[in-house]
C-alpha cells in the first residue's frame, strides 16, 4: 500500500506558497555619473595655468639663485647650468657690503613683530568687542570701519607723511610702526568672525558662573578665535613684510631700510654702468626674502579650520 500525504491547510490569513507572488530581487544600483566626482576639463586647465603663472617665477628665481653671475648674464634660463653657486651667493649675499643685508633683515623683523603683531592684537580686542557687546554708535563705527576697507593705502600715505613730518617722526621706525598699528580689513574680519564662532551661549553661561569678562575673553573666547587670529596675523605680516611705498617716502636713512627698499637700492645699482656684479645678490637676496613667508605659512596652514565652536553648545 502506498500512503498518501494531504497537504496541510494554510492557516487562516496566510497565504499558500502557491499563491504567492515571487517579487523579484533588488538589482544594484548602477553607479551614474551623477554619484561621482564632476570633472571638468575647463576648470582643470584653468587651474593648471594660475598654478603655473603662479609658480613660474618662483622656479625662476630658485634656479637662478644658483648660478653664477657670469652663467646668471649668461643664460638667464629656466633650467640649471655651469657651477651650482647657491651656497656661495648666500655668502656673498649676507656678507656684502658689512652685513648691510642682515641689517635691514633685521629692521623688516622689528617692523612685522611690532606693527602686524600690533594690528593682530588691536584687531582681535576691538572685533570680540563690536561683535559681542552692545553700545550707542556701534552702526556709526560699522560704517567707518567698511569705509576705512574701501581707501587704500597709498591714498593715504602723503597725508601720514605730512602728519609725521610736522610731529618729527619721519626717517625713523615709528614712522613705518605707527600707520602699521591700523588694519581695518583685519578688524572688518574679526569683527565677523568673532560673531559667528564665539556661541552668546557660552559667554552667557561664564558670566553666570562668575567669570569676569577678561577671564572669560582669554579662557573661553580667545581658543575659538584662533583660526581668525592665525588669518588676520598671516594678512598683516605679509602686508608689512612686502610693505614698500610706505618706507619709500618716510624713510631715507639706509640703516633703516627694510628688505624690500634695500632690494630695490641693489638693483638700481646692478641696473647702472659698472654696478652689474650684485646681480647674483639682488636673486638671492629676493630668494631669502620670500623664504620665512612660506615657512610662516606652512607652519601656521594647520589653524586653518572652521567650525571649532561647533558641538560645543548643546540645543
Avoid: C
Wanted: glycine letters at 6%.
Amino acid at each position: 500500500m502506498t500512503a498518501t500525504t494531504t497537504p496541510a491547510p494554510a492557516r487562516a490569513g496566510t497565504p499558500d506558497r502557491r499563491d504567492r507572488v515571487r517579487t523579484p530581487l533588488p538589482r544594484p544600483r548602477r553607479r551614474h555619473s551623477v554619484d561621482r566626482p564632476r570633472r571638468s576639463v575647463t576648470l582643470t586647465l584653468l587651474s593648471s595655468l594660475v598654478v603655473l603663472y603662479t609658480l613660474l617665477p618662483l622656479a625662476w628665481l630658485v634656479v637662478s639663485a644658483t648660478k653664477t653671475q657670469p652663467d646668471l648674464l649668461g643664460s638667464p634660463g629656466l633650467w640649471f647650468s655651469g657651477r651650482f653657486a647657491l651656497w656661495d651667493n648666500i655668502t656673498q649675499t649676507l656678507s656684502y657690503d658689512h652685513h648691510v643685508f642682515l641689517r635691514w633683515l633685521l629692521n623688516t623683523l622689528l617692523y612685522v613683530v611690532l606693527g602686524a603683531g600690533g594690528a593682530t592684537l588691536l584687531a582681535v580686542l576691538a572685533g570680540y568687542g563690536l561683535a559681542k557687546f552692545d553700545f550707542r554708535g556701534k552702526k556709526a563705527v560699522f560704517a567707518v570701519v567698511i569705509g576705512a576697507v574701501a581707501v587704500p593705502a597709498t591714498a593715504l600715505a602723503v597725508p601720514t607723511f605730512l602728519m609725521f613730518s610736522k610731529m618729527g617722526l619721519t626717517n625713523t621706525p615709528w614712522a613705518v610702526i605707527i600707520p602699521s598699528l591700523v588694519s581695518p580689513f583685519g578688524l572688518y574680519l574679526m569683527w565677523v568672525f568673532s560673531a559667528e564662532a564665539v556661541p552668546a551661549e557660552l559667554l552667557e553661561a561664564a558670566r553666570v558662573d562668575g567669570s569676569g569678562e577678561v577671564r572669560t575673553f582669554f579662557r573661553i573666547a580667545l581658543p575659538l578665535l584662533a583660526p581668525g587670529i592665525v588669518t588676520v596675523l598671516l594678512f598683516t605680516v605679509v602686508a608689512t613684510w612686502n610693505n614698500y611705498f610706505l618706507p619709500l617716502i618716510m624713510i631715507k636713512d639706509p640703516n633703516w631700510y627694510p628688505l624690500t627698499l634695500g632690494l630695490n637700492a641693489w638693483n638700481d645699482q646692478a641696473a647702472t654702468a659698472g654696478g652689474q656684479p650684485v646681480f647674483n645678490l639682488v636673486i638671492t637676496g629676493s630668494l631669502l626674502t620670500i623664504v620665512p613667508l612660506v615657512a610662516a605659512f606652512l607652519l601656521l596652514q594647520r589653524y586653518w579650520q572652521s567650525g571649532l565652536a561647533a558641538g560645543s553648545v548643546k540645543e
